[in-house]
């Protein structure tokens, strides 16, 4: 049996793939295991290395560290999307004089990396004898690369729109701005979401580059927390409990993300009450089929 672009795998392969996939899931839990107990060998999992997470200070100390990176990355996000929409709208422009500006600045923001534009939006004011804090060089590094990287994904959607599509709404008399909006940009966003959502996600992560700069945002609050001699300089234990809440706001992010698009494609299709009708040879008075 075939499919369109490979044969379909037989009895023994699919076999081997199983075994395939039990080995390697039998290899992680070996490995996550073996981690677990030199964690446990080392002493990670003392109880005076986790005391201090009972304290209400310490706990006030994590939250606002989270909102930090909440606010962080909420702002950047909103930013990201507007910049990389504005980008997208430039870069499918008829026009050169919007379409080049557009493609240069995409191209550019997407070969630096990250951390140099933090750096540049850090130092560079303070070398203008301009004071600045670390929030907003995160935000600017944060909404240039991400805006940046979302600008190719809206561009990406909207082309993977049918063409025929945008036809329809030409010879509707319709313009490109109101073909834009109402008929391929509602197509292109039930497409675009898992990657948009994807990129938000690692928008959300990088704002531990805040660190660097010295942002107080969750990881720096973590590595403050766990280097406390008193408890037994606690970093694993701090740093497992930074990872279970990034690793939380992710998912529920992503979940989030997967209930939206199922309300933005109308959820799974209902099968219909209707009754097929029978194809007769007469329709109306007179009328044959």
């Keep these: 049996m075939t499919n369109v672009l490979y044969d379909l795998p037989g009895p023994r392969a699919r076999l081997r793939y199983r075994l395939i996939g039990v080995v390697s899931g039998l290899a992680i839990v070996a490995l996550l295991a073996y981690i677990v107990w030199r964690f446990y060998e080392t002493g990670q999992f003392d109880a005076v290395k986790w005391e201090q997470f009972e304290y209400t200070e310490i706990q006030k100390q994590l939250l606002d560290g989270y909102l930090t990176t909440l606010r962080a990355a909420g702002t950047a996000a909103v930013l990201a999307l507007v910049f990389g929409a504005l980008l997208a709208t430039g870069r499918l422009s008829d026009h050169a004089v919007f379409r080049a500006p557009a493609t240069l600045v995409v191209e550019l923001f997407r070969a630096i990396p990250l951390l140099v534009l933090i750096f540049f939006a850090y130092y560079g004011p303070i070398q203008l004898n301009y ?8 935000v600017v590094g944060l909404t240039l690369y991400n805006g940046a990287v979302l600008a190719e994904i809206f561009r990406a959607g909207i082309l993977a729109v049918a063409k025929g599509q945008s036809e329809a709404a030409y010879a509707l008399g319709l ?31 990088d704002t531990a580059l ?75 008075a007179g009328m044959v089929v």
């Design 131 to 138: 004071k600045v804090g670390p929030f907003w060089p995160l």
């Design 210 to 284: 805040g660190f660097i700069i010295q942002l107080p945002e969750l990881l720096y609050v973590g590595k403050q927390i766990g280097g406390r001699l008193p408890f037994g300089l606690p970093y694993v234990p701090s740093y497992l409990v930074v990872a279970a809440i990034y690793i939380t706001t992710c998912g529920l992010l992503s979940w989030f993300a997967f209930w939206l698009q199922k309300r933005l494609t109308g959820g799974p299709r209902r099968r219909t009450t209707a009754k097929e009708v029978p194809l007769t040879t007469e329709m109306g």
């Design 175 to 205: 313009r490109k701005t109101q073909a834009m909006t109402s008929i391929l940009l509602p197509q292109a966003v039930r497409a675009m979401l898992p990657a948009i959502v994807s990129q938000v996600v690692v928008l959300l992560k």
